[in-house]
């Protein structure tokens, strides 16, 4: 939690002081952040081949980099506190995509009998996931908490943070399948 707070207060500060005027943050600007993001992306992965990266680590690191590189490009159009609250969703919706997609790739590396381990770990989680949000929620109440828009992108900060660490943990088990030791 409070790794949760520093993060927020870092991204504030950062933000509040950098950033230019305040935009919508609409669909077709977040396609365009995309699209410039992945003119960034062969040079970084022309870097990982070079320090002899594996494929998978590869992969992985560009999709994350994508995922990084679109929320601060997100918070760097509006800075308010409401579209950082916003970006740290989207962000969640672009690592649950991830999630997904490494689940599958983990799930298919997986034999017979021991693919139900893994389905019933991912359904754990997602109850986990569903009741940490609601304490999240619950603790951000003006009762608990003072309420306020801070709570907002704590709210969300704290959801990011459970699917990507999630996200991050599958791909690890995936890696660790799939190598020949």
């Not at 950098?18 to 410039?36: D, G």
């Not at 003072?146 to 088990?173: K, V």
């Given at each position: 939690m409070r790794s949760t707070l520093v993060i927020v207060a870092g991204l504030l500060f950062y933000f509040s002081s950098t950033a230019?005027?305040?935009t919508e943050v609409t669909p077709e600007l977040q396609k365009k952040f995309k699209l410039e993001i992945e003119k960034e992306v062969?040079?970084?992965?022309?870097?990982l081949e070079k320090d002899k990266v594996n494929a998978a680590q590869i992969e992985f690191i560009l999709d994350t980099f994508r995922?990084?590189?679109?929320?601060?490009?997100?918070i760097k159009v509006n800075f308010s506190d409401y579209s950082m609250r916003d970006a740290g969703y989207e962000t969640a919706k672009l690592y649950d995509s991830l999630l997904n997609k490494y689940y599958k790739k983990l799930l298919a590396a997986l034999k017979g009998e021991d693919k139900k381990v893994l389905i019933q770990a991912?359904?754990?989680w997602i109850a986990f996931r569903d009741s940490e949000s609601k304490l999240v929620d619950l603790i951000s109440k003006d009762d608990y908490s003072g309420g306020g828009?801070?709570?907002?992108?704590?709210?969300?900060?704290?959801?990011l943070n459970l699917i990507r660490e999630r996200t991050i943990a599958?791909?690890?088990?995936?890696?660790r399948a799939t190598q020949n030791y």
């Amino acid at each position: 939690m409070r790794s949760t707070l520093v993060i927020v207060a870092g991204l504030l500060f950062y933000f509040s002081s950098t950033a230019q005027a305040s935009t919508e943050v609409t669909p077709e600007l977040q396609k365009k952040f995309k699209l410039e993001i992945e003119k960034e992306v062969p040079k970084k992965k022309q870097q990982l081949e070079k320090d002899k990266v594996n494929a998978a680590q590869i992969e992985f690191i560009l999709d994350t980099f994508r995922v990084e590189r679109f929320m601060e490009e997100y918070i760097k159009v509006n800075f308010s506190d409401y579209s950082m609250r916003d970006a740290g969703y989207e962000t969640a919706k672009l690592y649950d995509s991830l999630l997904n997609k490494y689940y599958k790739k983990l799930l298919a590396a997986l034999k017979g009998e021991d693919k139900k381990v893994l389905i019933q770990a991912q359904k754990t989680w997602i109850a986990f996931r569903d009741s940490e949000s609601k304490l999240v929620d619950l603790i951000s109440k003006d009762d608990y908490s003072g309420g306020g828009t801070m709570q907002q992108l704590t709210e969300s900060a704290e959801y990011l943070n459970l699917i990507r660490e999630r996200t991050i943990a599958i791909f690890n088990h995936y890696v660790r399948a799939t190598q020949n030791y």
